[in-house]
């Protein structure tokens, strides 16, 4: 069993100092982590899951145990979950058929674009998805492989594997003549 850390028993104990710490080392990379995956839901910005996420952390930390760099791993499982929920959410919106194509299809377009702008996710956006959460959590936030499994409710053998498999895709993928595009994107 893990014990807890100094600082996750100050945290626990609603230790401002504690949660102040916690916030540096994760928020950004939960940020940035956010922004890989497609949301379903152009309205919410990753900022907002990410703000999400850490108040259900706050609301649960009782429930966790373990170190402060173990709390990465839960605290994005925690925006993994909500992310899914946002996701499933605008899908059953997007059923109503009064919307018709008019609206989908420009913000569908507008999307695709502004991600075939940005390097690093016109990369990761040709990964099958859990290779693209691996990817993204281990090589573009710096998880260790056990926060990423617990980040992405996998084994840690499932994300060796879809880091090693991702990472090779990737370098047969990219070559300095020829730019990576999203799927779709051409």
Not at 28 to 36: A, Q, Y
Not at 143 to 170: W, Y
Request: hydrophobic residues 40%; proline residues 5%.
């Amino acid at each position: 069993m893990h014990r807890d850390d100094d600082q996750i028993s100050r945290a626990k104990t609603g230790d401002p100092d504690a949660w102040r710490e916690l916030y540096r080392a994760h928020a950004g990379r939960l940020v940035v982590w956010l922004s890989t995956r497609p949301s379903g839901d152009s309205a919410v910005a990753p900022e907002d899951l990410a703000g999400e996420a850490w108040l259900v952390a706050a609301r649960r930390v009782s429930d966790f145990t373990g170190t402060s760099e173990q709390f990465a791993g839960w605290l994005f499982g925690i925006a993994r979950n909500l992310a899914a929920t946002t996701d499933r959410r605008s899908r059953r919106r997007r059923t109503d058929p009064g919307l018709s194509e008019t609206l989908e299809l420009p913000a569908d377009d507008v999307i695709a674009e502004a991600e075939g702008r940005d390097w690093v996710r016109s990369a990761l956006a040709t990964l099958p998805p859990r290779e693209r959460d691996v990817v993204a959590c281990i090589d573009g936030v710096g998880l260790d492989v056990a926060g990423t499994a617990e980040a992405l409710g996998i084994s840690a053998v499932a994300v060796r594997v879809a880091h090693h498999r991702g990472l090779k895709r990737l370098r047969a993928a990219v070559t300095p003549e020829q730019p990576v595009t999203p799927a779709g994107l051409g």
